[in-house]
């Protein structure tokens, strides 16, 4: 009997989750049955259960998977030279979010289906964790790039790194509740907000 190579086995379980992330994304979480996957993927139960026991267990997958890319941007940001503003930075991350990991998700649909993700880490422990690790990621990668932006001179506001870690993140979570909600906002739309926002000058008390 042939063996299956890994590289059949990894894109098999490409395929299950770019097909279950465009189901979620369509349809919400709690709408979505695991028969709409094997439908959307083309597969037996068999083959989509070797790799995912649920629902759940493919779900906690796709968000891993997108803050396993989200790490992979900031690293290569930090090596850049000069590295890339938060403006910059932070347009380039959303657009890996929401456009670019889910070939064929709609942009609105799949922002809806992140809050959804949100909701569910209230319930479910083990996404909360997967989330909680993530936004710990997030947070530490943001504030080394801060401490890089000190060194190269593009920053020189004396605010604690991790403070400037969380406001950032904020501002891509409020991003993806604005899109998830009204869907009439772009990433350019934020990227200029925030290169406006850098752009102010603290004058000193007369």
Known sequence: MARVSQEHLDARRRQILDGAARCFARNGFH??????????V????????RYFSG???????????????????????????PPPTPDVLLGAV??????????????QAFARLILQVWSETLRDEALYETLA????????????LVE????????????????????LIATAQGFI?????????????????LRGLMSMETQSPS
């Open 148 to 167: 890089v932006y000190r060194e190269t001179g593009l920053m020189t506001a004396d605010v604690d790194a991790d403070r400037m870690a969380r406001t």
């Open 42 to 49: 083309g597969l037996s139960a068999g083959a989509v259960y």
């Open 94 to 107: 959303l657009r890996l979010v929401l456009e670019e990991r889910i070939p064929g998700a709609d942009r």
């Open 133 to 144: 690790s993530g936004f710990h990621g997030m947070r530490v990668l943001w504030a080394e």
């Open 55 to 81: 629902k759940e267990e493919l779900i906690a997958a796709i968000a891993a998977e997108a803050f396993t890319a989200i790490r992979g941007a900031f690293t290569d940001a930090s090596k850049a030279t």
């Open 177 to 193: 509740a604005q899109q998830a909600l009204f869907g009439d906002v772009d990433v350019e739309t934020i990227q200029d907000g």
């Open 31 to 40: 709408a979505t049955s695991m028969q709409d996957v094997l439908t959307e």
